[in-house]
């Protein structure tokens, strides 16, 4: 699992910088950009943010204009790696988890998860946007201006890991832990199917109303159980929006920072053995 003055910034201290009130957003493109080696280079931001539960960590961003992509990655308090892909150019999102196991009780070092679902544009602002964002005090911690619903997603497909770069070429590097637990949902692959995606991607699961009738993971029996098995996620702090302003010396309104949001997603989904479900232990 693998598991940001005017002017380009050096390295160690663009690794600093990060976004919030931004006004370079309007500035011209290449003025102030975040840390690459050349004109499109991924740019990496870092910002303190406050989780849910209100501990702090640290968050990553990269934003790759040149692919028109953007990632994130967290690690939460009790050690697991969260991290969010978005695929503008194949209007796909990767969320993939890599959990820590707890030796003690037999589990295995990590599992890793992955789950794909469609990636709709005004989810998070675009990648070039991403690239310019700056903050003003590193030290900061960032809470989230917008607290967005939960979302409940009920994966019923799942991903060749063989075939996923026909899908995203992100996807083989980042689920590359998680190849035999790769989560999609019928409604998407459709989609993506309309859209010129080979069927070669995708493998069928157990649909929705068929894991209604399988027991919990948390409640089933035996270790080799076939169960429903659930994972929650939160992406605690993420530029969701462009502000824009006016002024009477310009005809119209211009960029001149972000509004940053935080989300929850639901994940359920058919794991043929409850050992692949250790940590959806409550009932």
């Known amino acids: 699992m693998r598991p940001p003055g005017l002017g380009v910034p050096s390295a160690p201290l663009a690794l600093l910088l990060l976004a919030l009130l931004v006004p370079l ?15 499109g280079a991924p740019a990496e931001l870092r910002v303190r943010v406050r989780l849910p539960d209100g501990q702090v960590t640290e968050e990553s961003l990269q934003a790759d204009s040149d ?31 890599l959990i820590l196991g707890e030796l003690e ?9 992955c789950f794909v679902s469609r990636l709709q544009h005004n989810e998070i602002i675009p990648s070039e946007a991403m690239a310019k964002l700056r903050q003003k005090n590193p030290r900061a911690v960032r809470q989230a201006e917008e607290v967005r619903g939960l979302e409940q997603l009920h994966m019923d497909v799942a991903v060749n890991f063989s075939q996923g770069g026909l899908l995203s070429p992100h996807l083989r590097n980042v689920c590359a832990e998680a190849a035999d637990a790769i989560y999609a949902r019928q409604e998407d692959v459709r ?15 157990p649909q929705a109303s068929e894991q209604a009738a399988l027991p919990r993971c948390a409640q089933a029996g035996e270790p080799a159980q076939p169960c429903a098995c659930h994972y929650g996620l939160s992406l605690a702090w993420y530029p969701c929006m462009l502000k824009y302003c006016h002024s009477r010396d310009r ?17 359920h989904f058919y794991v ?3 050992q692949l479900c250790l940590w959806d232990e409550d009932p």
Not at 252 to 264: D, E, L, N, T, V
């Open 67 to 97: 692919a028109d992509s953007i990632s994130l990655e967290l690690r939460k308090p009790d050690g697991t790696l969260v991290s969010f892909t978005a695929d503008f150019k194949k209007d796909v999102k990767i969320f993939r988890a």
């Open 272 to 274: 043929p053995q409850r």
């Open 191 to 205: 989609f993506w199917l309309e859209h010129g995606v080979d069927g070669s991607v995708f493998e069928a699961l």
């Open 25 to 39: 957003l309007g500035a011209p493109r290449g003025a102030g950009a975040g840390t690459g080696t050349g004109p």
């Open 105 to 113: 009780k037999g589990q295995s070092q990590f599992q890793a998860l």
């Open 251 to 267: 005809p119209a309104p211009y960029k001149c920072g972000i509004r940053s949001c935080q989300k929850s997603y639901s994940f």
